[in-house]
Nanobody, 123 residues
Framework: QVTLVESGGGSVPAGDSLRLSCAAS????????MGWFRQAPGKEREFVLALTWRDSMTYYADSVKGRFTISRDNAKNTVYLQMNNLKPDDTAVYYCATGLHGSLYSFSSYDFWGQGTQVTVSS
C-alpha cells in the first residue's frame, strides 16, 4: 500500500508562485514515476506533469510549460510541484499520483492518489 499526502496549496493572486509537496510512504519511492494532476469544479481530472523514475524525464501539459516544474527528493520521499506565474485557469484541486501501469498522461493509469490540495488563483 502507498500513502501520498499533498500540502502547500492556498489562495494567491495571478502572477504569484506556489510550491506543492507530495510526501510518499509505503513503497520504493526512488523507482516510482510520480505524476501531478488537477481537477477544477465541473471538469475532468487533467494531467499536469510527471517525472519518470527510470530516466528522470519530465512530461508537461502544454498549459503549464514554462511555468511549472517538478522535482523530487528521494531521501525525503517527496516530490515537489513548483508553480510560477499562476493564472486563474490554474485554479483546481491538485493531486499527486504514483503506481503507474499505463500512459503517464492518463489518470486511470495510476493506482495511488493523495487527497488533493486546493489552489485558488484570483485575477
Amino acid at each position: 500500500q502507498v500513502t501520498l499526502v499533498e500540502s502547500g496549496g492556498g489562495s494567491v493572486p495571478a502572477g504569484d508562485s506556489l510550491r506543492l509537496s507530495c510526501a510518499a510512504s509505503g513503497r520504493t519511492f526512488s523507482t516510482s514515476t510520480m505524476g501531478w494532476f488537477r481537477q477544477a469544479p465541473g471538469k475532468e481530472r487533467e494531467f499536469v506533469l510527471a517525472l519518470t523514475w527510470r530516466d528522470s524525464m519530465t512530461y508537461y501539459a502544454d498549459s503549464v510549460k514554462g511555468r511549472f516544474t517538478i522535482s523530487r527528493d528521494n531521501a525525503k520521499n517527496t516530490v515537489y510541484l513548483q508553480m510560477n506565474n499562476l493564472k486563474p485557469d490554474d485554479t483546481a484541486v491538485y493531486y499527486c499520483a504514483t503506481g503507474l501501469h499505463g500512459s503517464l498522461y492518463s489518470f486511470s493509469s495510476y493506482d495511488f492518489w493523495g487527497q488533493g490540495t486546493q489552489v485558488t488563483v484570483s485575477s
